[in-house]
């Protein structure tokens, strides 16, 4: 169910709702609107200063209005600086959103902060949505939200004009479509095997046919008559069939578009194989199809804002099972591009499901390629769980997904491709092993996949720690975030404009 966004110049005293939510800037809390709804609350100016409310950014305090306003429960947010970007806007609205849910409010207004912020009910509009998200698809009964939050107003204090509704609109139609990632990496692995998310991209392609998207899938027939031999290796142990996905999104009467390709991998569950992973845990590996949900949602804010470029969103997707039929450590295989793998750790799939889907990737002869993959846990104990690591071969991609990133306060981190490791790579029996020791090991996983992408200026991010979260911080709630997805929308506008 889609959260209902309004915005509207109503006054926030005389505005009915269950929680009203306002930003306040550090040290300013006893002026402004909020001084004044304080002062109208008995006790509530003493609480705050007992809880040492300042307005530091995240500082949340929540009370009733005792009928001082039209609202039924006053939520203050810090906000921190009133230096407000985009971002900043988001995650205050996400948070209102996160609390008002939390409070069982089922509508909810927001005080639009500071003034002249360009856009800013675009990125409220975003972080609502965002912040609101919840998977009950597995709730029944009692365990089930009674009352989801089901409609925001953001309050302007002044006229609203269409441009303006128009921004918050489309502001979350982009987070609506962020929130796929999201669902895709919470649904459970028997529902969500490599036909399932065929099947699922097919529907999401009709949803979007008019604004230019379609999708193809090769089945696993195809992909056998095609020689797309590691995805199938990776695929063998499991009575689910691997697919590769391919959605595009072409707008109609353009030409001269740059052709831009995004490739995600999508194990729907990871067991490790024959080289099978410890019990503990292994649960999380339901989302080891979040590169392919980034991309997934990503094609979906694609055909939301309909951008001048050719988009590709490309799924290599399996199930990584131990059986009698599985493929195993010593195996070699000719991959799609000609190159033969010798296999050394069949928990490793992941790049190998890559390889040739990026290999595919290059076929359609792109000005560019980004991977996303949960790929390494080498990558998370580099970063920890809030950063995305990335390699590029070109440095000027490099920096401009780092400018994209600040634009999207999202937070990805460079890494080095370095050269001495790829001897790591060397094969006694094939062209190329797909692993090499555990030093460095996000880095020898990216130093495999750069072996399929040619001279194709290319990306490749890990999204191993951000993918997944346990628990609800900046814009991100518990589950699969969809992290990086905002990301790559700035660089596309980038790629288009360079
Ligand atoms: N899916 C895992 C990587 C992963 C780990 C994702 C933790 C999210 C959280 C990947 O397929 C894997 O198992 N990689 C191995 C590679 C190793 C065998 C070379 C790893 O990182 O241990
Ligand atoms: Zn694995
Ligand atoms: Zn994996």
């Not at 191993?464 to 969809?482: L, V, W």
């Amino acid at each position: 169910m889609s959260l209902n966004i309004s915005v509207s110049g109503a006054d926030p005293r005389t505005n009915k709702v269950d929680v009203l939510a306002l930003g306040v800037v550090e040290g300013r809390h006893t002026k402004d609107l909020a001084g004044e709804l304080i002062g109208a609350i008995g006790g509530a100016r003493a609480e705050l200063r007992r809880f040492d409310f300042t307005g530091k950014a995240g500082q949340v305090y929540e009370t009733t209005t005792a009928g001082s306003v039209k609202a039924g429960r006053l939520l203050l947010i810090g906000l921190g600086s009133d230096e407000l970007d985009g971002p900043a806007l988001r995650r205050f609205a996400a948070t209102a959103a996160r609390h008002a849910k939390g409070a069982r409010a089922a509508s909810m207004s927001i005080v639009i902060p500071g003034s002249g912020i360009d856009n800013a009910e675009h990125f409220l509009a975003q972080g609502a949505v965002l912040g609101a998200y919840t998977f009950e698809r597995y709730k029944t009964g009692d365990n089930a939200s009674k009352r989801p939050l089901a409609k925001v107003a953001l309050l302007s204090g002044d006229k609203v004009n269409s441009a303006v509704r128009e921004s918050a609109d489309l502001g979350r139609r982009i987070a609506e479509a962020v929130t796929r990632a999201r669902d895709l990496v919470n649904t459970a692995p028997n529902d969500l095997y490599p036909e399932a998310m065929a099947e699922y991209c097919k529907e999401m392609a009709k949803t979007y046919k008019d604004n230019g998207l379609s999708c193809t899938v090769l089945t696993h027939k195809q992909i056998l008559a095609k020689g797309m031999n590691l995805i199938d290796a990776v695929g063998r142990g499991s009575t689910k069939k691997p697919v590769l996905i391919h959605l595009k999104y072409k707008p109609k009467g353009k030409r001269d578009l740059k052709r831009l390709v995004f490739v995600g991998k999508g194990i729907t569950f990871d067991t490790g194989g024959i080289c099978l992973k410890p019990g503990p845990g292994m649960d999380e590996m339901k989302g080891d199809m979040g590169g392919a949900a980034n991309t997934i949602a990503l094609m979906a804010a694609v055909a939301e804002i309909m951008p001048d470029a050719e988009i590709h969103g490309i799924v290599g997707s399996a199930e990584n099972m131990p059986d009698g039929d599985s493929y195993r450590p010593g195996d070699v295989f000719t991959s799609y591009s000609g190159k033969t793998v010798e296999i050394i750790n069949t928990d490793a799939e992941g790049r190998l499901v890559l390889a040739d889907a990026l290999h595919y990737a290059t076929e359609l002869e792109p000005d560019f390629i980004m991977d996303n993959a949960t790929l390494t846990g080498a990558m998370v104990v580099s970063l920890g769980t809030t950063y995305s690591g990335y390699f590029s071969n070109r440095d000027e991609l490099a920096e401009a997904l780092k400018a994209a990133s600040g634009r999207s306060g999202e937070k990805l981190w460079h890494l080095p491709l370095i050269e001495e490791l790829r001897d790591k790579l060397k094969s006694k029996w094939a062209d190329i092993k797909h692993v090499g020791d555990r030093w460095g090991g996000a880095i020898t996983a990216a130093l495999f996949l750069r072996e399929f992408v040619g001279d194709t200026p290319w990306i490749h991010v890990d999204v191993a720690g951000p993918s997944m979260s346990d628990k609800d911080y900046d814009i991100y709630t518990r589950g699969g975030t969809g992290h990086g997805v905002l990301t790559y929308l700035q660089l596309i506008d980038h790629l288009i404009q360079s």
